[in-house]
C-alpha cells in the first residue's frame, strides 16, 4: 500500500508517499511559505533531482490541492493515478486527553481536533484544512490521524499534573501534554531493535534536540515523563524558546515592560532560548562556530543548552529508577557530537561512559557508548513520517478489512 503523509505547519506544508511493504519513500515534496506571496514548491522525484516551483499558495486548502494535482500530473513525482495511493496519514500536533493512539478520520475525529485547537494554534487549523480537502479529493480511501501528545497519554498523573488550584485542569485542562510524541516512540522502537531487545524489558531516555527540543522517559515501552508541557514552550532550553523558567518572571516583565501576553508569548517562544542569550541566532551550527570564535554570550548559550539537557537527564534516570539506553535524534542530537559530548560527560557515576571515537558521527544510526558503559548510548535518526505511514497503513488495512468482511 502507498500512504501519503501529510505534515502541516503554520506556513508550510511537507508531504511523503511511502511504501508501507518496503517502507521506502516514493516521492516527497514541500510548500513553503503558505499564505506568502513567494510561496513556492519543492518537489523530491523518483530520481535526485529537485523541481521548485512557484506557485501562489494562499492558504493550506490551495497547498492541499496542489500536492495531489502535482502527484497526478507531474511525471517527475512517481505517481500515475491517484489509486496508487491506498490511505492518507496525517501528523496533528495535540489531540489533547481525547486521543491516546491514532484513530481513522470521521467528522467526530475533525471536530474534536478543531476542539483542541486552542492548545495548536498555528498546527492543528492547517492541518484540518489539508484532512477536508484530502477527503474531498480522495473519497474512497481511509484517512487516519496520528497525533504527537498520544504516545505521553500514558504518563501518571503526579508527572503531568501542575500544582496549581485543580479546578483550572477541571475546567481548561491545563497539564502536561508533551509533543515529539510520534519521534520518541520510533526512536524507542529503533533503539530497542539496534540493541537486539524487547522495547518492553527497557528502561529508555530519548532526546529529540533540533529547533525543538524535548527529553522523554520510557518505562517498559511506554511514556512516563517528558520535558515539554502544556505547550511546546516548556521543558528544556531550545533554539528561540526558553523553555521552563521561573512563572514569576512573566508577570514581573508584563508590569514592569507593559508587555501585552501576546508579546511576552512571542517573546518567550521567538526571542529567547539559544537566540536570546547569544544575540546571534538560533540555530546551533552559527552558536557553535561563535564559541570557536571566542563570543562570549555564545559560549554561555551553547553550555546553558547543554546543561538543561544534562539536568533532565539525570532526573529522569531518577525518576525511572535507573536507565538501560539513552538514544539522541534531531537535528543537533544527530548530527553535533560536540553537543551530545558536552550532555554526557561528568555522568561516569551514573554508569554512562561515551566513546569519544564512536561519537564521532553525523546523521548515521550507531551505537556511541564505552565498551566499559553500563547504559548503552546511541545516535538514531528519527523518522516520523515513517512512524505515520506504519500506524496509517495498520488502521486503513483494519478498517478495509472490516468493511469486507
Known amino acids: 500500500m502507498y500512504v501519503l503523509v501529510i505534515n502541516a505547519g503554520s506556513s508550510s506544508l511537507k508531504y511523503q508517499v511511502i511504501d ?11 510548500c513553503e511559505r503558505v499564505g506568502y506571496s513567494d510561496s513556492f514548491h519543492k518537489l523530491w522525484g523518483s530520481g535526485d533531482d529537485v523541481h521548485v516551483i512557484e506557485t501562489p499558495m494562499h492558504d493550506h486548502l490551495t497547498a492541499m490541492r496542489i500536492v495531489i494535482d502535482t502527484l497526478v500530473n507531474d511525471p517527475n513525482s512517481g505517481i500515475d493515478t491517484l489509486d496508487e495511493i491506498g490511505a492518507v496519514g496525517y501528523r496533528i500536533v495535540h489531540g489533547g486527553e481525547k486521543f ?3 484513530v481513522l478520520v470521521d467528522d467526530q475525529a475533525i471536530a474534536d481536533i478543531e476542539l483542541c485547537s486552542e492548545l495548536a494554534p498555528l498546527h492543528n487549523p492547517p492541518a484540518v484544512k489539508c484532512i477536508r480537502a484530502a477527503r474531498e479529493l480522495m473519497p ?5 490521524c496520528v ?15 501542575y500544582a496549581l488550584p485543580y479546578e ?40 529529540h534536540l533540533g529547533g525543538g527540543c524535548s527529553v522523554t522517559a520510557i518505562d517498559h515501552g511506554m511514556s512516563v ?20 523558567i521561573d512563572p514569576s518572571i512573566v508577570t514581573y516583565l508584563m508590569e514592569q ?16 532560548g539559544l537566540l ?48 538501560d539506553a539513552i538514544s539522541f535524534a534531531g537535528g543537533v542530537g544527530e548530527h553535533c557530537e560536540r553537543m551530545r559530548r558536552m550532555i554526557l560527560s561528568g555522568m561516569e557515576s551514573l554508569g554512562i561512559i561515551l566513546d569519544y571515537k564512536a561519537n564521532k558521527v553525523e546523521g548515521e544510526e550507531r551505537v556511541i557508548n564505552d565498551p566499559r558503559s553500563k547504559v548503552k548510548l546511541l545516535v538514531v535518526p528519527t523518522n516520523e513520517e515513517l512512524m505515520i505511514a506504519r500506524d496509517t497503513a495498520r488502521i486503513a488495512s483494519a478498517a478495509m478489512a472490516q468493511e469486507h468482511a
Open 20 to 30: 508501507s511493504e518496503t517502507e521506502k519513500t516514493i516521492t516527497k515534496g514541500l
Open 100 to 102: 491516546s493512539e491514532s
Open 140 to 144: 474512497n480511501v481511509p484517512h487516519v
Open 147 to 161: 497525533f504527537d501528545t498520544a504516545f505521553h497519554q500514558t504518563m501518571p498523573p503526579r508527572a503531568y499534573m
Open 168 to 207: 483550572f485542569y477541571e475546567h481548561y485542562g491545563i497539564r502536561k501534554y508533551g509533543a515529539h510524541g510520534t519521534s520518541h516512540r520510533y526512536i524507542a522502537m529503533r533503539t530497542a531493535e539496534i540493541l537486539g531487545e524487547r522495547l518492553e524489558d527497557l528502561k529508555l531516555i530519548t532526546c
Open 225 to 244: 515523563d517528558t520535558s515539554m508541557g502544556f505547550t511546546p514552550l516548556g521543558g528544556v532550553m531550545m533554539g528561540s524558546r526558553c523553555g521552563d
Open 257 to 272: 515592560e507593559g508587555y501585552t501576553p501576546h508579546e511576552i508569548n512571542e517573546i518567550m517562544n521567538r526571542e529567547s
Open 276 to 323: 536570546g542569550i547569544s544575540g546571534l541566532s538560533s540555530d546551533l551550527r552559527d552558536i557553535k562556530a561563535a564559541t570557536i570564535a571566542g563570543h562570549k554570550r555564545a559560549t554561555l548559550a551553547y553550555d546553558m543548552y547543554s546543561s538543561s539537557v544534562k539536568k533532565t537527564l539525570g532526573a529522569y534516570i531518577a525518576e525511572l529508577g535507573g536507565v
